[in-house]
C-alpha cells in the first residue's frame, strides 16, 4: 500500500544522486550506547509509527514495510504542441514614404499543455525492529528552467524584408534537474536526527523526528 500526502508550495531530466549525512544521535555513540539502542530490538515493535521532517507535513507510516510520500510541490505548465507561425503572403501599403507596412503575422501559438511537478517529493519507508524503527528515504527535488527549443524552417524572429522585427516568434521549453538524495536512519521513538537534503547543489539541514503511534 502507498500513501501520498501533497502540499502546495512554492518551493521549486538528469539524476544527481547524493547521499544524505545523517547526525550523529542524541547520545555519544558508544559501545554502552550500542548495546542500550539494540537492546529496543526486544520491545513490542509499532504497527505504524509518525515520522516528522523539519518544514513538510508530518506522515504516518506503516511499519510494515508500506510507503508513504510527502510532497512540497508546485505543478509547471508547459505546451507540447503548437500551430506554426502565419503570415499574410502581402504586405499592407507603408503609412509613408520609408516608414514599414504592417505585417499580419501570427507567431508560434501553443495548443497543448502538460505538467512537471515541481520542488519536494520525498518517499518514506520504515521496518520496526521491536522497539528501534528503521527508516529508509528517498527525497527528489525537481527544478526547472525555459529554454530556447523551437528549431527548424519556422524558428526563430520573424522579420520584415528591410529587416524590422515584427515578431520574436519564441518557442520555450522546459528543462529540468532532478536531485535525489538517499538517507537512512536507525531511529528511537521520540529522539530526533539532523538530516541533509540536496536542492539542486545547495545543502539544506532538516530535522527529523519518529514518534510511535
Same mark, same amino acid.
Do not use: C
Given at each position: 500500500?502507498?500513501?501520498?500526502?501533497?502540499?502546495?508550495?512554492?518551493?521549486?531530466?538528469?539524476?544527481?544522486?547524493?547521499?544524505?549525512?545523517?547526525?550523529?544521535?542524541?547520545?555519544?555513540?558508544?559501545?554502552?550506547?550500542?548495546?542500550?539502542?539494540?537492546?529496543?530490538?526486544?520491545?513490542?515493535?509499532?504497527?505504524?509509527?509518525?515520522?516528522?521532517?523539519?518544514?513538510?507535513?508530518?506522515?504516518?507510516? /506503516?511499519?510494515?514495510?508500506?510507503?508513504?510520500?510527502? !510532497?512540497?510541490?508546485?505543478?509547471?505548465?508547459?505546451?507540447?504542441?503548437?500551430?506554426?507561425?502565419?503570415?499574410?503572403?502581402?504586405?499592407?501599403?507603408?503609412?509613408?514614404?520609408?516608414?514599414?507596412?504592417?505585417?499580419?503575422?501570427?507567431?508560434?501559438?501553443?495548443?497543448?499543455?502538460?505538467?512537471?511537478?515541481?520542488?519536494? /517529493?520525498?518517499?518514506?519507508?520504515?521496518?520496526?525492529?521491536?522497539?528501534?524503527?528503521?527508516? @529508509?528515504?528517498?527525497?527528489?527535488?525537481? !527544478?526547472?528552467?525555459?529554454?530556447?527549443?523551437? @528549431?527548424?524552417?519556422?524558428?526563430?524572429?520573424?522579420?520584415?524584408? !528591410?529587416?524590422?522585427?515584427?515578431?520574436?516568434?519564441?518557442?520555450?521549453?522546459?528543462?529540468?534537474?532532478?536531485?535525489?538524495?538517499?538517507?537512512?536512519?536507525?531511529?528511537?521513538?521520540?529522539? /530526533?536526527?539532523?538530516?541533509?537534503? @540536496?536542492?539542486?547543489?545547495?545543502? !539544506?539541514?532538516?530535522?527529523?523526528?519518529?514518534?510511535?503511534?
Amino acid at each position: 500500500m502507498k500513501h501520498s500526502f501533497r502540499f502546495a508550495g512554492l518551493a521549486l531530466a538528469v539524476a544527481a544522486v547524493t547521499v544524505a549525512a545523517v547526525s550523529k544521535p542524541a547520545k555519544h555513540l558508544t559501545p554502552q550506547r550500542v548495546v542500550e539502542v539494540n537492546a529496543l530490538s526486544n520491545a513490542v515493535a509499532p504497527t505504524t509509527v509518525n515520522v516528522n521532517i523539519s518544514g513538510f507535513p508530518k506522515v504516518t507510516v /506503516s511499519t510494515a514495510g508500506h510507503k508513504a510520500v510527502v !510532497e512540497v510541490i508546485r505543478e509547471f505548465r508547459y505546451p507540447t504542441e503548437f500551430d506554426p507561425p502565419m503570415a499574410s503572403v502581402t504586405a499592407a501599403p507603408a503609412k509613408a514614404k520609408g516608414e514599414e507596412g504592417a505585417f499580419p503575422v501570427t507567431p508560434t501559438t501553443p495548443r497543448t499543455f502538460e505538467t512537471i511537478n515541481t520542488g519536494w /517529493s520525498i518517499a518514506l519507508t520504515t521496518k520496526a525492529r521491536g522497539g528501534l524503527i528503521d527508516v @529508509y528515504g528517498v527525497a527528489d527535488f525537481v !527544478e526547472v528552467d525555459l529554454v530556447t527549443g523551437g @528549431y527548424g524552417a519556422l524558428s526563430g524572429p520573424i522579420l520584415s524584408d !528591410e529587416g524590422m522585427l515584427i515578431t520574436p516568434n519564441k518557442l520555450e521549453q522546459p528543462k529540468s534537474q532532478t536531485t535525489t538524495t538517499r538517507f537512512h536512519i536507525f531511529a528511537v521513538p521520540g529522539e /530526533s536526527y539532523d538530516v541533509t537534503l @540536496y536542492r539542486g547543489g545547495k545543502a !539544506e539541514k532538516h530535522t527529523v523526528t519518529v514518534t510511535a503511534e
